[in-house]
């Protein structure tokens, strides 16, 4: 915490901290007053099961050796935490004091006066802070001594015995006094030396308890406390209120509790029980949603004996509702690659969707709900599943690919076959293009790559055919034709096969575009 606290402070002093962000240290350091205190009662009530045992037990001497040792570290523990405190009113008093009609403090914002004091002259290593780090890590050692399972570490580091640090150009460089007090407004330093004194009271607690198990007078401790937040929900519409609980809420390290939900145990993660199921409903209200519950138990071993809480929660499911989005089509169209994007919002981040289609095939793309609809059949079901569990069906009607338009041109200019061409202006040669349908085009550009495969085209006379061209591919040369051609002669033009390339690069042919088209040479 002091490593985080470092890095945010620099960051405010560098934005010149403004009292609002000031006030938030005063509550941090409020607040690790108050869990100090809550340690430290649980430790003295701790210290007096430990006597009651002794004593129930006859006073025999192994046990009040015991019990001497953890007076000794009750005694130790309170001598450190009475010297950080008159460390903290030292800082206070040196900084300009409290205000006695508001009871802020004068000097929050100054540093430069608690850091002649705490650091010293530069490079002399004579500021106060240099005997906290001996006290405090020699209070770590008289600890250890105690109990032969005790190995606990200094908690007064300089920079480079901290992993965070020591690798750092800058702060590696940096002892315990300046790491902690450097550049550090007063009042962050007072939130410093809180969470020091925190510190101390854990490894009293560590200490008992270990002391305790001796006699046979471990009991339940709530060393790690939380603040924990309970939404009515997470998804607030706007224009509407947000509301929650806020409380603290508290576990051991050292009891192993034992749960269990729906009468199956539960895997257990830092003194948390992990509840995961699968939301499932039968039944829907008219608002799509199912009130739900499960129950849960949580056993826990006290001097006492065992205890068991039961729990019983209630939740709602909501029916997910499948969107669908298309990313390039307003319908499906047969044998071709629809991209449709499939949402479920009511999953939020847990959406892991599949999809499997009656009617068609399904490919799923590289983005979350990207799937590629290619329907073989008029209509299409599509479903739509989230880790392996069914949400929905979606039906779709499949429309025939529309057929493309043939123009006639020449030297890239439509020949016009209204009116026609005059005898000087017989055209040389002439192109076949397939053209798309507009919309189709537009919607599904992949699928609308046409080609005019093969056409004929004929010089006649009368009912005389003169010449004709066998053409295979959209381009033909008709000088050949061009020297035979008089005036009152028509070219008659009939395309024979026209082929789709469609999303696939596949090459497909196109039914029913046999179109015959003529030209009058005057």
């Avoid at 050796?65 to 007076?71: E, P, S």
């Avoid at 068991?308 to 690659?337: D, H, M």
């Avoid at 040389?428 to 004929?456: G, N, T």
Wanted: net charge neutral.
């Amino acid at each position: 915490m002091i490593g985080m606290m470092y890095l945010v402070l620099t960051a405010l002093l560098a934005l010149q901290v403004s009292n609002a962000v000031l006030d938030k240290f005063v509550f941090i350091d409020q607040s690790l007053q108050q869990a100090k205190e809550s340690t430290r009662q649980q430790n003295d009530t701790r210290l007096k099961a430990i006597e009651g045992q002794v004593e129930k037990k006859g006073n025999k001497p192994e046990d009040l050796d015991v019990l001497g040792r953890a007076k000794q570290v009750y005694d130790e523990t309170t001598a450190m935490i009475a010297y950080i405190q008159d460390f903290r009113n030292k800082v206070i008093d040196i900084s300009g004091g409290v205000d006695p009609e508001t009871q802020e403090l004068k000097g929050a914002k100054d540093y430069d006066r608690q850091m002649a004091w705490t650091i010293g002259p530069e490079g002399s290593k004579k500021g106060e802070a240099y005997t906290l780090q001996a006290k405090l890590n020699g209070f770590v050692e008289k600890i250890n001594s105690l109990h032969d399972s005790l190995s606990l570490g200094a908690v007064a580091l300089d920079a480079k015995d901290i992993d965070a640090y020591k690798n750092d150009p800058d702060k590696g460089k940096m002892d315990f006094a300046q790491l902690n007090f450097l550049n550090t407004p007063t009042v962050a330093c007072l939130a410093i030396l809180s969470d020091y004194e925190s510190r101390v009271a854990q490894i009293e607690s560590t200490a008992l308890e270990a002391l305790a198990k001796d006699v046979g007078a471990s009991e339940l401790r709530f060393d790690k406390i939380m603040a924990v937040v309970s939404p009515e929900s997470k998804v607030v519409a706007a224009g509407t209120p947000y509301k929650a609980e806020m409380f603290i809420a508290a576990s051991s390290s050292s009891t192993k509790p034992q749960m269990t939900y729906n009468g199956k145990p539960v895997k257990i993660e830092d003194g948390k029980g992990i509840i995961e199921f699968t939301a499932n409903a039968s039944k829907y209200d008219a608002e799509n949603k199912s009130t739900q519950t499960w129950k849960g138990s949580i056993t826990i071993s006290t001097p006492k004996g065992d205890t068991t809480i039961e729990v019983e929660e209630e939740f709602i499911v909501a029916k997910p509702v499948v969107q669908v989005r298309s990313g390039e089509v307003s319908a499906l169209y047969l044998n071709c690659g629809n991209n449709l994007q499939i949402d479920v919002p009511a999953l939020g981040p847990a959406y892991d969707p599949s999809f499997r289609a009656n009617g068609g095939q399904v490919i799923e793309g590289s983005k979350k709900g990207s799937v590629t609809v290619v329907p073989n059949r008029a209509t299409v079901e599509l479903n739509v599943f989230s880790g392996g569990n069914a949400i929905g069906t979606e039906k779709f009607r499949v429309k025939k690919v529309p057929k493309p338009t043939i123009a006639i041109k020449s030297r890239g200019r439509a020949v016009d076959l209204k009116n026609g061409v005059s005898l000087a202006q017989f055209p040389r040669s002439l192109e076949a293009d397939a053209v798309a349908e507009p919309s189709f085009a537009e919607f599904l550009p992949k699928d609308a790559r046409y080609k005019v495969f093969e056409w004929d085209v004929t010089l006649a006379r009368g009912r005389r055919a003169l010449g004709q061209k066998k053409v295979n591919g959209p381009n033909v040369n008709l000088t050949d034709l061009a020297s035979k051609a008089r005036a009152g002669d028509r070219l008659v033009i009939e395309i024979k096969e026209v082929k789709r390339l469609n999303f696939k690069s596949e090459t497909e042919s196109v039914p029913g575009v046999n179109d015959i088209f003529t030209i009058p040479i005057n």
